[in-house]
């Protein structure tokens, strides 16, 4: 399902120190939130992914699975890497701790016997013993050669090595051989919580070797893998990265003969699926609730029985008959059984439409992701703490979430955490540490930021209705009444109807803005678009009009209660940049987004929103910075205490004068939360090491620059005789168990048919 957000790729390099704010907060609800265990309404939405036991699951046959694109490159340490390539490294090389149903990284058998620490002091030391059957694609056994290759390309020590992320393995010291290069002894030079994130995946030497085959041999080929798959070809022109089985594998035996990625835009998956070029794509709810229409299409056998009286008679004929029967001419007559026939071939291409999306099934879940709003404290208004939680607090964070997630049948209960989801070890609501939704807080909070209402209005200092300073500056101005003469009554008349047109005009004008582009929301009631607030226009002050129509100069005009209610302060609005992405993939983010507004507008909040293209909405806003409102996702990791870090670090200052802000677009940040990071990924108990997250993730609540909203949908396509494939979840997929439940015909695995 095409979401805008962190790229996929940038979110597999939060490790790293190359991609990878204010003052400390006080929090006197901070006690109730780190309490120890896991929270007690913490249920994880299970995987969809029509399970079977493998003797259930036919032999042989070619699954076509969309993807966005073909990848950049098929090294995932690189800085481009993106999901697809995750994707396809996931059937191709060893993953040692792949997560599970519940987000927790468990130990694969396939490449580890077993996996510990065996020392703490005076250092740590990590003991990986490898499944002795565990072979690279060319027979050379998987063994303490390729960590030490891997561990010293990723070090950050040598910057030949254009890697994209090395946090962990720059605390490794030393990698030795054990008993023989099946036992592989890790030592730390500081302690490292999450050794469990480490050489996943795991590289043949031949890749991590030296400089050249890192940065540039392992971009478009892999010529050493061993997995379940091993990669045929990649062709960029065609869209396809084809994968076959594996004969030196030493697991289950995949049960497909050949796995193909096709590149097929997510606009476009619903004419693949009907094409029957794609077995399996993530799709939008658009695409779903046509497979749903269609399932119940199917159900009613296309439509009437062919037969009984008049059975013979097309539409058309009969069509035609009624319009000369009813004294149409024979030419009306052939024009009406044109049109009819021109529906009856878009019906027909309809009902072929319906007939080949019935036999997809809609397989659903939770992404393990969450989208939040992202609040830039770097300047402005938001820089600010009280303003960031008072927007917090206006928002009504389940109504978000119901938005989303009801209409797909989903659970839509607010994410509690930043660093965890529901269903993970540890998770806990630390939302307390923020407050719940509350208008009259917010309001509260926003006053005494300055923040009031009318307050954008002008100062009316000094320019009292005829003061002596304003006779001297303006001379003495006759009565208001004196001006009026018989013959102006026309003149008033013709300037009415002008502005009464360039009224009308300014609504059209708002009307097609709103469509596209930038517009503000705030602003636009009746009698505030002029930027003082007034509702007075340039015409209004001329004179002319009837008598006693004009106060004497310097009177300042009575706002309307639309202004008077916006926010202001020192005569200036509170108004905010928002930047949504326009892209069609982007519908769920945009719907959010105005229910954003129009809670913001109720307290006196305006904003200007700003719809930009997809491919820009990340790189030329998020990660630069422009804008104050945003919307976008990360992903859940079992691996909080390194990869949070960078996104919620608090920014340091560039010799430039610049910010360096790792991942954290919102650019708010402390110390403590920085501590409390640096705590929880050197400790090696992992329960201290959770309550230490718990207590960062109550500071950043208060912090208030992000604030999760709902957990993604994760809706995928699935043809209906698939098995152990859909949505996955937290889950890594095992490739080996995916298949037909009936043999499917055996073409050309990159042709794009079954």
Request: glycine share 10%; proline share 7%; aromatic share 6%.
């Amino acid at each position: 399902m095409s979401h805008v957000g962190v790229p996929r790729g940038t979110a597999r390099k939060r490790r790293s120190v190359a991609l990878l704010a204010t003052g400390v907060l006080t929090i006197p609800v901070l006690a109730g939130c780190t309490s120890d265990g896991e929270d007690p309404t913490s249920v994880a939405v299970p995987q969809d992914i029509a399970p079977a036991s493998r003797d259930r699951v036919a032999d042989g046959s070619t699954l076509n699975w969309a993807i966005d694109a073909v990848p950049s490159t098929l090294n995932a340490f690189q800085a481009d890497a993106d999901g697809a390539t995750t994707r396809i490294t996931g059937a191709l090389l060893p993953s040692l701790f792949p997560m599970d149903a519940k987000g927790e990284p468990r130990l694969n058998p396939d490449y580890l016997e077993s996996a510990k620490v065996i020392e703490r002091e005076p250092k740590q030391v990590v003991l990986y013993k490898l499944n002795q059957q565990a072979v690279w694609s060319d027979g050379r056994e998987i063994g303490a050669p390729d960590f030490v290759a891997q561990w010293r390309a990723l070090s950050g020590k040598d910057s030949a090595f254009w890697t994209a992320r090395n946090a962990g393995y720059e605390r490794i010291e030393k990698i030795e051989r054990g008993k023989d290069d099946l036992q592989v002894r890790v030592t730390f030079s500081k302690p490292y919580a999450d050794w469990r994130s480490l050489f996943s995946p795991l590289y043949p030497k031949e890749v991590t070797g030296s400089p050249g085959t890192f940065n540039d041999g392992a971009r478009t080929t892999l010529r050493n893998t061993a997995g379940p798959f091993r990669l045929r070809s990649v062709n960029k022109p065609r869209g396809t990265v084809v994968l076959d089985r594996n004969p030196r594998w030493w697991g289950d035996e995949a049960r497909l003969d050949s796995l193909v990625f096709r590149a097929v835009e997510p606009g476009k998956r619903t004419d693949a699926l009907t094409e029957g070029t794609v077995d399996v794509a993530d799709i939008d709810p658009a695409t779903a609730n046509s497979i749903a229409l269609a399932a119940r299409y199917r159900g009613g056998n296309g439509g009437p029985p062919a037969h009984g009286p008049g059975a013979g008679i097309t539409p058309a004929a009969a069509l035609r008959s009624w319009a000369l029967a009813h004294g149409s001419d024979e030419e009306a007559a052939e024009t009406a059984q044109a049109a009819r026939e021109e529906t009856r071939e878009a019906v027909a291409v309809y009902a072929a439409e319906q007939k080949a999306l019935s036999g997809f099934a809609v397989r659903k879940s939770l992404e393990p992701s969450y989208t939040q709003l992202a609040l830039n404290g770097e300047s402005g208004p938001l820089s600010d703490d009280r303003v960031r939680r008072a927007i917090a607090r206006t928002l009504d964070r389940q109504e978000l979430a119901d938005a989303v997630l009801k209409p797909l049948g989903l659970p839509a209960k607010p994410p509690g955490s930043h660093l965890a989801l529901a269903g993970q070890p540890g998770y806990k609501d630390g939302s307390g540490a923020l407050g719940e939704q509350d208008t009259k807080e917010a309001q509260a909070l926003l006053g005494d930021a300055g923040w009031t209402p009318g307050g954008a209005l002008r100062s009316t200092r000094d320019t009292k209705a005829g003061s002596e300073a304003e006779k001297k500056d303006e001379g003495e101005k006759p009565a208001a009444g004196e001006k009026a003469a018989a013959g102006d009554k026309d003149e008033k008349d013709e300037k009415a109807g002008k502005k009464d047109e360039k009224a009308e005009d300014t609504e059209k004008d708002d009307k097609a803005s709103r469509e596209e582009g930038e517009y503000t929301v705030g602003d636009d009631k009746p009698g505030s678009r002029s930027s003082g607030g007034s509702g007075v226009t340039a015409q209004d002050k001329q004179p002319g009009g009837a008598a006693g129509a004009y106060a004497p100069a310097g009177t300042a005009a009575p706002a309307p209660a639309a202004v008077k209610s916006r926010l202001g302060k020192d005569g200036k609005p509170l108004s905010l940049r928002f930047v949504l992405p326009s892209g069609p993939g982007s519908q769920s983010l945009r719907t959010v987004g105005e229910k954003i507004v129009a809670m913001l507008d109720s307290i006196g909040i305006s904003t200007q929103v700003t719809k930009v293209a997809d491919d820009s909405y990340f790189k030329d806003h998020i990660a630069s910075g422009d804008y104050d409102l945003a919307l976008y996702s990360w992903p859940a990791t079992a691996y909080p205490a390194t990869d949070g870090r960078p996104i919620f670090a608090k920014p340091e200052p560039a010799t430039d004068g610049s910010l360096l802000v790792a991942q954290n677009y919102t650019r708010v940040g402390s110390d403590h939360i920085d501590q409390l990071f640096d705590r929880a990924v050197a400790e090696l108990d992992a329960d201290a090491s959770r309550d230490l997250l718990k207590q960062a993730d109550a500071r950043i609540w208060a912090a208030a620059g992000s604030i999760p909203l709902y957990q993604r949908p994760q809706l995928v396509a699935v043809d209906k005789k698939l098995a152990n494939i859909g949505a996955f979840g937290f889950a890594a997929p095992r490739y080996q168990d995916i298949g037909f439940t009936a043999r499917q015909a055996a073409g050309p695995p990159a042709n794009g048919k079954k």
